[in-house]
């Protein structure tokens, strides 16, 4: 499996301004403040030599998200909940953990850094979903139950075609192997772990069947492609009731909310005016200005 996304990557890559335009300013100098809170030229510098391939205009909004959503919502990320997530995303890479962390520019220890401030984010996102009838409803039109498949993934397309002509010449041989390679996976729609396009092909099988063609999916973190084998052990049927799936559903939810641009950008945007977030630096003007006209409001 590939990284995922865990929760909303709000900006990411080199951004325009550098750490050369604090060259004028002292150590202490104040760059953000925020109710209770600064950061300071010298906290930007510290963080830079944890994310050293990270833009100084977004490495200044993160700090200032983790401030505010740490001081919202620290108590419901805990240390546990970290390292679950990160062992999980160790345990799917396998071998390829330490070159895909590379890749993506992190360390074992600034990796763990983001997805605590992801997992915050998520937390502020799911504050401002309202759970309605309505909206589990409208979900569940879309919900697929619990599915086991067998998901095995290649470095190359010719390998995953390789991989659905063994599996339809010799089906019994085929899960055999990937029973050993732990490829035998449950899921449903509501599932972080399993790649939507992986998902979307799943639920199309029969009993039996695999994927006609590999399933091309891009990681996220490194823009590398993965290509899936898919065989369908045990598709489900949801039936009519919703409530049935009810805590699936709200998963589902959370996951859409995520991946709304506009709704967490309006999430964002409302904690900046409540922290009164104001950046001092004229170089450093713009960092919020994605936020400034939000489209929308939180629902």
Not at 55 to 79: P, R, W, Y
Not at 209 to 223: L, R
Not at 271 to 296: D, H, I, M, R, W
Request: hydrophobic residues 35%.
């Amino acid at each position: 499996m590939n990284f995922k996304k865990i929760g909303i990557v709000v900006a990411t890559g080199l951004a325009g301004i550098t750490l050369a335009s604090c060259g004028k300013n002292s150590a202490d100098s104040d760059i953000i403040t925020m109710k209770g809170d600064t950061i300071r030229v010298s906290d930007l510098y510290k963080e830079t030599k944890e994310f050293p391939t990270t833009g100084a205009s977004t490495l200044l909004q993160n700090m200032t998200f983790n401030k505010i959503f740490g001081k919202e919502f620290g108590k419901k990320v805990s240390d546990k909940d970290v390292t679950k997530e990160f062992d999980a995303q160790k345990k799917s890479l396998g071998s390829n953990f330490a070159s895909a962390l590379q890749q993506a520019g992190y360390t074992e220890n600034s990796y763990k850094d983001s997805i605590r401030s992801q997992l915050l984010l998520k937390q502020a996102v799911v504050n401002d979903i309202k759970f309605s009838d309505d909206l589990y409803k409208s979900t569940f039109e879309t919900y697929h139950p619990e599915v086991s498949a067998y998901v095995v993934s290649e470095a190359t397309e010719d390998a995953a075609k390789a991989k659905i002509a063994d599996a339809q010449k010799n089906a019994s041989d085929f899960d055999a192997t990937a029973k050993k390679a732990n490829a035998q996976i449950s899921f449903d729609s509501s599932s972080a772990s399993v790649p939507t396009e992986v998902m979307t092909a799943a639920f199309k099988l029969k009993d039996g069947e695999v994927s006609q063609a590999p399933v091309s999916v891009t990681n996220p973190q490194t823009g590398a492609p993965a290509f899936y084998v898919i065989k369908m052990i045990k598709n489900a049927d949801k039936g009519t009731d919703w409530k049935k799936y009810k805590s699936e559903l709200k998963e589902v939810i959370i996951k859409n909310k995520q991946a709304d641009t506009s709704f967490v950008n309006s999430v964002i945007t409302k904690y900046l005016k409540q922290y009164n977030v104001k950046v001092k630096p004229t170089e450093f003007s713009n960092t919020f200005s994605a936020f400034e006209s939000t489209p929308g409001t939180s629902k």
